[in-house]
Every structure is written in structure tokens, then in C-alpha cells.
């Protein structure tokens, strides 16, 4: 019975197998298989009968006309490609299941991939674009190309400019590179600074973590991981992080009063001196005695770096030998110390910018001349700390000061100058944006409100074309997410909004990328995100975009991360019972357990001698007047009123002294003995 079902099947099978192939056995699928390894044998074995591919051109054939006696083969080059397409379409590959032998390889498109990450306005925590009618700006470009390559940009630009025809730039005329948005490694807290060097090929993200991530991107995949995570102080948040103008170092300032300085590859290069936190005088001091605040980078000189501290000082130093060169001590409306919360240095380091905890603003304006002159409020410091290589001075005085630039007691968290040497943007914790003209410092050109922030560090940048200013907003408790505002600096008006679900504390924009940063985070975590332009933008996240990661390896071995308690292992372990046990003996022992005698009748004076209580063995003379005396009592059996009352006949000699107080004693009252009352059938 079962063979039966058994032959019935397998006819079933053999039928299906003649209706694919054409074949009705196994035997004649064999014999075309063979027919075809001696066609395709033949034909290589006899190439005098086949014209060759010159002797084709000479004779005027057709060079993309197929042989006819050839058999269906292609060029060595797709040789291999070819033949695993005959197998999966062959008569023979139907015979084999779809999972064997090698599979076809799918290349996605670059298309697809920027098609994945492009924004929509309708996500979770965003909200659309909010955009206004000013006049047209050009949108920012790379710095280097010549006229030719300007005007192909601009064409491209105008064509698809990242899926937009004509129509939309009209709508958007400052055609913003923020149409695709990318999401680099996440860190453990909100991220509070970014900075990207000047080629715009690496980037720094520090974060609240402790940590400082580095991305590479001529290496980096499509997974977006950073090729290095450092931590630059232990156990303190990282505030600020700055490139050097040729990229080959960075700054970093951390919760710590000291500052490091670390090459491109993130080696430690050098770390500065803490100062003497008892000396008041801070130009007497080697470095900061606080948490230092920001960082940043001279713009021209790659040997000079500037910090700021809560010790109410903005330190100059030398990135080099990382030594001091210049102490500055902005001007206070009274004594004491108050907190530099933002540095910033302008376009060519001709100034330098100060913000203050309590709302105040300060310039400094400096030359490029040799000296060391000091002026007032501007104090160099001592000659054992000088450094022999001083490229510059303060000749400005005091500075330009600006009080109350925002509400009072209330920080400056950014700073950021123009190129145009006159223009100044601040950012406070009094959710305002203000926009300064340095020619008047009496007055903000314009100030933004209602722009709420919760974090020490929230930037303020301009577009590369000096159009715009950006920075973030915090998250609110409500729900609502923070926002990258874009403001128009000709207009004085908010043009474009672009939401995210955690709060936006860094910005930046490269002018050579052409591609926005920002550092968001919420308690959950923090993260980079970077807005591009497939068409506007260039490079930078572009080039990580379609290179697929590495693919785990089965031989791949990694391992554990096991952390073992030295006091949790079992030879760090007594046991209870061993303890127990050797209690046990402790009882047997008749020296450890033995109970003393009981002495004399002053049994509660002490612990005596030889083991016997109130004896101790010996003769003193005092001993023996004391207790014949009848002055060696036990203190249990004394009566302490009678004790205190015994003194009541010699009250008057001690009133002698207190005579002035005699007429204002009150009179003494003591209390009478209680009898006790006999109980009636007593």
C-alpha cells in the first residue's frame, strides 16, 4: 500500500520536473546538459574557424553582432555573473532549490537611500515649515571652483535642487539644505557642542555624558558610529570642544578647571595647570580655579586658545606648550566674582567677546603687535609665567561693557560675530536671541523672545552667507519638542522652523559642507543630527550615505566583558558554619568563658584583682581611711536629696557673693516629704 503512494508521488514529481525542463527523463536532461559542454568545448577548441575580432573590422562586420556558432556566453569580465545567471535561469538551476548555490547580490540605489531620509513635516515632535516672503538669497556654496563651476551649481540648483522644481524655490528663497535628515551615533546625555574642520571631513560631538565622540566621514559607513569615544575628565560633562584653524588639534573644556588639548587622532598632547584656588588675585595664578565654561580656537593662530571659566576670567593661552599667556578680567559693577559664561573670538581674531553670568556684555579689541604693556582691566601675568613667544596685546583700555544686555542674573550661554566686523549675536538664558551692532553697543539692533532654553550651552551661529541666525530651543515638560529657528538678519523676522523631539542645544553650519549640525538630546539620550541636500550640499555625510557596513562574520569572536567582585569569590568567602564551629570551641575554652567571683559586699564598686569583684588585693592607705571612715559608700544606696539639703546651713556664706541680687531672689519653696498612707485592714 505505501509503495504504491510512495510510486504515485514520485510519478508527480517526474511530471512536474518534464513540464519545466522539456525533458521527459532524467536520462535525456543528462544528454542536453552534455550536448551543451561539447558545443561550448568545440567552439574554443577550433579559433582558426572563428574570425577574430580584428579580422571582424576589417571586413566590415558588425563589432555588437552575436556569433551564431558561439555558444551563449559573454566577456571574461561578466563572465561569472553571467554563468550564475544561466544557473538560477537554466534549465538545470530549476532543478535545485532557490537557497542553493550563490545568491544575486541587490545594490540599492542612492535614490532609495536619501529617499529614506528625507524630512517630513508631519513627524512626531516636528511641525511644518513656517516660512516668510523676504528677498532671495543665494544659497551657500563651497568656497573653492571657479565661475563655471558656480553656474552649474546654479542650474543644478534651480533644476532639481533636491526634488524642488522652480516653483518651490520661489516659495523658499533661501533654499535651505534641509530637505534629508541623518542621525549619527547616539550618546549617553544631550549633546552640548559640535565643531567640524575647516576640510569637513571629520566632526567633535561632546556630550553631558562625560564622553567626546569623534566621526570621520571619508571612513565612516551608513551606520553613522564614531571611530572614537574619549572621555577628557573624569566624571565631568564636556562644555565645549574647538578645532584649530588647520584641523590638527582640538580644545576641550570640560566641568574641570583644567583645559586639554588633543591631536587629530585624539592622543592627549598636553593638559594645563590648575591655580591656587587661595590666592585671590587671579593674575597670580597659573590657570583656572573653576569649571571652565567654553573654548575656542584662535580663527588665524594655531598656537593660541582661549577659555572661560566660573572664576570670573577668560584665560589666553598657548596651545603649544598649553601655558598661559594673557589674563583677562572683565570689569564688575561691584566686587566680588562672577561667572564668564561665553567666550568667542570674531572673524580674524581681532576681538574678543565676553558673556557674563549676571547678563553683562564685553568687547576687548586686540592688535597684532609684540609687547607685553597691559592695560586696565586687561592684566598680563606675572614674568615666572610668562611664555617667550607673545604675538599680541590688549590696547582697548577696559573693554566695551554692556550692562544688563539681557535680564539681569540671568547667563549668556553663546556669542557669535560676522564677518562684517560690526555685527554681534547673543544668546541668554532669558529665551531671547539679541542682534547687536558693535558701532552702537547701547542698544540691540533687534531682540527675539519667547525661544525657551534649559541648558548653560545653547548656540547661536550665522549662515555662511551672513543671511541668517540659528539656534535651539528646549523640549518643555508639556510634551513639546525643542526646534532649529532660522531668523533673518535683513527682515528681523523668524523665517523657517524645524522641530525635533529633544531639545537643540549646538548648531552649526558648514559653509563648505553646506550641511547643518545640531546636538539634541532629552533624558533618554542625545545624538548629532545632520540636515543636507542631496543636490545643495557636498560631500560630508554624502559620502557615508551608500556604504554598507560590514557584515558579521560567523568566525568573528569577541570576548565577554566579565567583572568579577574580588570579595564575592568563593576564596575571599568564610563560611557561617566555620564561624559557628569555632564559637562552639570558644565555649569549651575555660579561660574565655570563666565566670568571676563574687568579692565583697561593695560588689558594684568595680572589677577588681584575680578575677574577684570590689577586691583588688592591696594595702593603700587610702583604702583603709576610706573605708573605716565609712566614706567608701556604693553610690546606688546614697540619697541625693539629703545629699543637696546638707548644704542648706552654710546657704548665707555663699549668698556672699551674690548680695545685689538679694532683693530680687524669689523665696525658696521646697517640696514636703510625702507620708504614706496606711491602707484601711492594714
Not at 310 to 320: H, K, L, M, Y
Not at 514 to 537: A, E, H, W
Amino acid at each position: 500500500m505505501a509503495s504504491d503512494e510512495e510510486e504515485e508521488e514520485l510519478a508527480q514529481l517526474r511530471a512536474q520536473r518534464s513540464q519545466r525542463t522539456g525533458v521527459a527523463d532524467l536520462r535525456g536532461l543528462q544528454q542536453k546538459q552534455k550536448n551543451a559542454n561539447t558545443a561550448a568545448a568545440s567552439y574554443f577548441e577550433e579559433p582558426a574557424s572563428r574570425p577574430s575580432t580584428t579580422q571582424r573590422a576589417v571586413a566590415g562586420l558588425d563589432m555588437d553582432e552575436d556569433d551564431e556558432n558561439a555558444p551563449a556566453i559573454v566577456d571574461d569580465l561578466d563572465a561569472d555573473h553571467e554563468d550564475n545567471a544561466d544557473l538560477q535561469h537554466g534549465s538545470l538551476r530549476a532543478e535545485f532549490p532557490m537557497a542553493f548555490g550563490q545568491q544575486e547580490s541587490k545594490i540599492e540605489s542612492l535614490e532609495s537611500i536619501h529617499a529614506a531620509r528625507l524630512r517630513s513635516g508631519s513627524e512626531a515632535g516636528t511641525s511644518a515649515p513656517q516660512l516668510a516672503q523676504p528677498a532671495a538669497a543665494a544659497p551657500a556654496r563651497s568656497q573653492s571652483g571657479s565661475d563655471d563651476d558656480d553656474d552649474a551649481d546654479a542650474s543644478a540648483a534651480g533644476v532639481s535642487n533636491g526634488g524642488l522644481g522652480e516653483e518651490d524655490v520661489e516659495l523658499d528663497p533661501y533654499v535651505l539644505p534641509v530637505s534629508h535628515e541623518v542621525a549619527l551615533e547616539g550618546q549617553g546625555k544631550v549633546v552640548t557642542s559640535i565643531d567640524v574642520d575647516h576640510s569637513g571631513s571629520r566632526l567633535l560631538a561632546g556630550s553631558r555624558d562625560y564622553g567626546l565622540r569623534m566621526f570621520d566621514f571619508n571612513g565612516m559607513k551608513s551606520d553613522m558610529r564614531s571611530f572614537r569615544r574619549i572621555e577628557p575628565s573624569d566624571g565631568h560633562p564636556v562644555h565645549s570642544v574647538s578645532l584649530s584653524p588647520t584641523g590638527d588639534a582640538f580644545l576641550v573644556a570640560t566641568g574641570s578647571s583644567q583645559i586639554k588639548v588633543y591631536d587629530r587622532d585624539g592622543k592627549e598632547r598636553g593638559v594645563s595647570l590648575a591655580g591656587d584656588m587661595y590666592i585671590r588675585d587671579l593674575r597670580n595664578t597659573k590657570g583656572h580655579i573653576s569649571p571652565c565654561t567654553h573654548a575656542q580656537w584662535h580663527p588665524t593662530d594655531r598656537y593660541t586658545g582661549m577659555t572661560s571659566s566660573e572664576d570670573g576670567s577668560i584665560r589666553v593661552w598657548d596651545t603649544w606648550n598649553v601655558l598661559q599667556k594673557t589674563v583677562i578680567k572683565p570689569q564688575l559693577a561691584k566686587p566680588g566674582r562672577i561667572a564668564v559664561t561665553a567666550c568667542a573670538y570674531n572673524h580674524d581674531g581681532g576681538l574678543i567677546g565676553g558673556g557674563m553670568f549676571d547678563g553683562t556684555l564685553q568687547i576687548w579689541d586686540v592688535k597684532g603687535k609684540f609687547g607685553t604693556a597691559a592695560s586696565t582691566g586687561v592684566v598680563m601675568p606675572p614674568k615666572p609665567q610668562m611664555i617667550a613667544k607673545q604675538d599680541w596685546r590688549y590696547v582697548s583700555g577696559g573693554g566695551r561693557v554692556m550692562r544688563n544686555a539681557h535680564e539681569p542674573s540671568t547667563e549668556i550661554t553663546s556669542l557669535a560675530f560676522a564677518s562684517n566686523g560690526h555685527s554681534l549675536a547673543s544668546r541668554g538664558a532669558d529665551e531671547t536671541l539679541k542682534l547687536w551692532d558693535l558701532r552702537k553697543l547701547k542698544t540691540p539692533v533687534h531682540a527675539f523672545s519667547g525661544l525657551p532654553t534649559t541648558h548653560s550651552e545653547t548656540a547661536c551661529c550665522f549662515s555662511p552667507d551672513e543671511s541668517l541666525i540659528l539656534t535651539g530651543t528646549s523640549a518643555q515638560r508639556d510634551g513639546t519638542g525643542g526646534a532649529l529657528l532660522f531668523f533673518d538678519v535683513n527682515k528681523l523676522q523668524l523665517v523657517r522652523r524645524i522641530g525635533t523631539v529633544g531639545s537643540v542645544v549646538a548648531v552649526h553650519w558648514h559653509a563648505r559642507l553646506n550641511q547643518i549640525f545640531m546636538g539634541t538630546g532629552d533624558k533618554s539620550g542625545g545624538c548629532v543630527r545632520g540636515l543636507y541636500d542631496p543636490t545643495l550640499s557636498e560631500r560630508g555625510v554624502l559620502l557615508c550615505a551608500a556604504r554598507k557596513p560590514r557584515e558579521k562574520d560567523p568566525l568573528d569572536f569577541e570576548a565577554p566583558l566579565v567583572i568579577h567582585t574580588p570579595h564575592a569569590l568563593p576564596m575571599f568567602k568564610e563560611a557561617k558554619q566555620i564561624r559557628k564551629r569555632k564559637s562552639e570551641r570558644d565555649h569549651d575554652d575555660a579561660v574565655k568563658f570563666h565566670k568571676p567571683e563574687v568579692g565583697s559586699s561593695a560588689a558594684t564598686l568595680g572589677r577588681g584583682a584575680a578575677g574577684l569583684i570590689g577586691k583588688t588585693g592591696g594595702t593603700l592607705l587610702t583604702q583603709y581611711i576610706l573605708k573605716n571612715h565609712g566614706m567608701l559608700k556604693n553610690p546606688a544606696e546614697e540619697d541625693i536629696r539629703a545629699a543637696i539639703l546638707r548644704h542648706e546651713a552654710h546657704a548665707d556664706e555663699f549668698a556672699a557673693h551674690t548680695a545685689a541680687y538679694n532683693k530680687t531672689q524669689p523665696k525658696k519653696i521646697f517640696a514636703e516629704e510625702e507620708k504614706e498612707e496606711v491602707e484601711e485592714g492594714s
